[in-house]
């Protein structure tokens, strides 16, 4: 953190400077493409991963054990590799491309657009939404659900009432652990993107490995860092307020 800072702040020379941080002005945009690709994914990973954090977490033990280790299971995969299968997948002549020109629909561009990164994103950083849910879920005090139900609550209103406040601290813990890796991201964005539109993670990395202009890529670093503390901040505030509306 410390040489982050200090290059922040400094040129090549090694004096102090402001010019990297007025420099940043012009990555607006992409700082608000990506947090807006972070924010969508993130809300995506959330909708899908609930239900089913919630059904796993109402199985028997054994069952439990088999679904999480089928969750995990494309995390043991490379994160590489994962994302070249979405390539295949997904291009001209990847396999849904073919089955609808089999049926006549033909070809639908897919690669290299914003869909495209958005749900890789979801794809690769699903698991560390469902994990931290399903582990709350899991503990969740049963005779309290049945005793919402006893009282005249319907599904919905015991799901809205006393679940999802409940499990409010794994939605903090997964939101943190998706929106982090969503908003920063540059491998994802680069093969399933095909470099169509920057990322603020791709122009991190294009000051490190190929424009060799350390403190500038610092400095976007250090932007990126406080604005995912602020984040992280923000979440932290709602969910604790959130987890005390059981009713």
Request: hydrophobic share 50%; net charge neutral; with cysteine.
């Amino acid at each position: 953190m410390f040489f982050v800072i200090y290059y922040s702040f400094t040129n090549s020379a090694g004096a102090f400077t402001f010019e990297n941080i007025t420099e940043l002005a012009k990555y607006t945009d992409t700082f608000l493409r990506s947090i807006w690709f972070g924010v969508l994914a993130t809300i995506i990973c959330l909708v899908l991963a609930y239900p089913i954090a919630y059904i796993i977490a109402q199985t028997s033990s054994n069952a439990q054990r088999t679904l999480v280790a089928l969750v995990m299971l494309p995390m043991w995969m490379n994160f590489l590799i994962r994302t070249y299968s979405w390539m295949a997948i997904l291009q001209d002549t990847g396999i849904i491309n073919t089955f609808l020109n089999k049926i006549g629909i033909g070809t639908i561009r897919m690669i290299n657009t914003p869909g495209a990164v958005i749900l890789g994103m979801v794809y690769n950083f699903l698991p560390f939404m469902i994990l931290p849910l399903y582990s709350v879920m899991a503990k969740l005090d049963k005779s309290v659900i049945e005793a919402a139900q006893d009282l005249g609550g319907n599904r919905l209103d015991v799901v809205r009432k006393v679940i999802l406040p409940l499990s409010m601290p794994g939605i903090a813990s997964g939101l943190t652990m998706v929106f982090v890796p969503s908003v920063s991201t540059f491998y994802i964005s680069q093969k399933l993107g095909g470099g169509s539109f920057d990322l603020i993670g791709d122009v991190i990395e294009r000051q490190f490995q190929q424009s060799y202009n350390y403190n500038l890529g610092a400095s976007i670093s250090l932007v990126l860092m406080v604005l995912i503390l602020f984040s992280m901040a923000f979440l932290t505030k709602f969910t604790t307020e959130g987890e005390g509306m059981v009713i």
